[in-house]
């Protein structure tokens, strides 16, 4: 019941810059974190970065200074500003929440569809 939508992909030339935005509806008691995770075809899904209910950050740390999440809760809504975009920044970006739903049944890991970001001249 719950739906993750992502949006402002694109393509970007190197050194441009890009704002994705995630945004969750539906059936949610809470939120306890949210992320932005990228994959490229033939390559394993990996962290980007991740945004704890109590404001805390996580960032890969070949792209920390590079990329910045932020949040906006009243509107369960997360961002990720990506600058200085490499070629080799070029996936497909999920959004992901570890989402409660029902209280008694813990949080519960939804996925976006994703967004693709194509970083080319």
């Known amino acids: 019941q719950v739906q993750l939508v992502e949006s402002g992909g694109g393509l970007v030339q190197p050194g441009g810059s890009l704002r994705l935005t995630c945004v969750a509806s539906?059936?949610?008691?809470?939120?306890?974190?949210m992320g932005w995770y990228r994959q490229a075809p033939g390559k394993q899904r990996e962290l980007v970065a991740a945004i704890t209910d109590d404001g805390s950050t996580t960032y890969a740390d070949s792209l920390k200074g590079r990329f910045t999440i932020s949040r906006d809760s009243a509107k369960n809504t997360v961002y990720l500003q990506m600058n200085s975009l490499k070629p080799e920044d070029t996936a497909v970006y999920y959004c992901?929440?570890?989402?409660?739903?029902?209280?008694?049944?813990?949080?519960?890991?939804?996925w976006g569809q994703g967004t693709q970001v194509t970083v080319s001249s």
């Open positions: 539906g059936t949610i008691f809470k939120i306890n974190a």
């Open positions: 992901k929440g570890a989402i409660v739903i029902v209280e008694a049944l813990g949080e519960y890991g939804s």
